[in-house]
């Protein structure tokens, strides 16, 4: 409930997320460490992540070295799904559609960070929340709704199932400590979908729920939590904004998250959050920073039955009539991507518009706007 303080993934659940790594540990899924070194030099960063869209097949290219990888790190809080494999025997990944998207970085938005480039806005005043988003000729009058769906990268297979079969304007949220971040981000940018990448924040029932080595907490030093975005933010390129992950105790934080979205408004990056924590504190802080920050009107997959999510796919139609817009946030589960995916085939008919989070946030931008002048 709005004003309530909570973690509202399906996997803020510990028994939930017991289940979650159990799973992941037995399909092997790696979780890395972040890059502890030194800067890196810019020209050679460039080289490192710059590639041409892929033109290969999707084996291919996840074979490749992926320039932020490390040693895995043990002990990490992850999300996971129930019986992947299964879930995934009947549904064969399609050859990925014509890539869409540039190679990342683009010049002129990074610096050197500590595990990669970091980004930074333009010069010339272009920031990477607009460079990196995805090109859309969306109708202003037409009621809009946009679907994040997060925790892709740490499960491989589920990770190209719900690039391939979710619709290109669905956008796509990244953990992380994944495995090959990169490639699969280039990989998800090929297919014409808009990336995020998760920051993992403190949740109330922090150490027994921990969100790994680079959490940003409440009672760290400024200085602490700041290094440790930093490193978060330097994991990849190509990204057009940031989500959380967990994060109910901080975000019920006015201070904290003015800070955090001051960071990200001065690197030119949205939030798009899901909620946890206090609502009307998040807007508060989204406010006093001056930044780009849109809160999820629903949460997809708290119940991840696929009854219960197209219930929640149907709250977001009648939100988006009433408002204008609406968005929805869920975790990448075989039910919410299959659920998702079957919804979105029949919405243009119904009259609605499936639009990527960044044309929500400027809609909503546009209009707040509007409404100040009248």
Request: hydrophobic letters at 45%; aromatic letters at 4%; proline letters at 9%.
């Amino acid at each position: 409930m709005p004003g309530e303080p909570r973690d509202s993934s399906p996997l803020r659940n510990p028994a939930l997320a017991g289940l979650a790594a159990a799973v992941l540990l037995a399909g092997g899924v790696g979780v890395l460490a972040f890059i502890a070194g030194g800067e890196p030099d810019p020209v050679t960063a460039a080289a490192d992540i710059a590639r041409t869209a892929p033109e290969t097949s999707a084996s291919t290219e996840l074979a490749e070295a992926d320039p932020f990888a490390d040693a895995p790190v043990d002990g990490v809080t992850l999300p996971g799904v129930e019986d992947t494999e299964t879930a995934l025997a009947a549904a064969p990944v399609a050859a990925p559609r014509r890539p869409q998207a540039p190679p990342a970085p683009v010049s002129g938005l990074y610096e050197p960070g500590p595990g990669g480039p970091l980004p930074v806005i333009a010069a010339d005043g272009r920031r990477p929340d607009q460079v990196y988003a995805k090109p859309f000729d969306g109708v202003a009058e037409a009621p809009t709704i946009a679907v994040v769906v997060g925790g892709l990268g740490l499960s491989e297979p589920l990770t190209r199932r719900a690039i391939e079969a979710l619709p290109s304007e669905v956008t796509l949220s990244f953990a992380a400590y994944s495995e090959n971040l990169q490639t699969l981000i280039d990989l998800a940018r090929a297919d014409g979908h808009e990336v995020l990448i998760e920051l993992p924040m403190e949740p109330f029932d922090y150490p027994n729920n921990d969100p790994g080595p680079q959490t940003l907490l409440l009672d760290a030093a400024a200085e602490e939590n700041r290094r440790r975005l930093m490193t978060l933010l330097s994991r990849a390129a190509g990204y057009a904004g940031t989500a959380n992950y967990l994060g109910a105790r901080l975000g019920a934080s006015e201070p904290a998250m003015t800070w955090l979205f001051t960071e990200l408004e001065a690197r030119g990056l949205t939030m798009i959050h899901d909620g946890a924590g206090r609502r009307g504190v998040i807007d508060g802080a989204a406010g006093a920073a001056g930044a780009r920050v849109a809160i999820a009107d629903r949460v997809l997959d708290s119940d991840p039955d696929p009854s219960a999510i197209d219930a929640r796919l149907l709250e977001l139609e009648a939100l988006a009539l009433q408002n204008g817009t609406s968005l929805g946030s869920g975790f990448a589960y075989p039910a919410t991507v299959e659920t998702v995916a079957s919804w979105a085939e029949g919405l243009a008919a119904r009259g609605y518009q499936l639009a990527p989070a960044s044309y929500l946030v400027t809609a909503r931008r546009n209009r707040a706007a509007a409404d100040a002048e009248t």
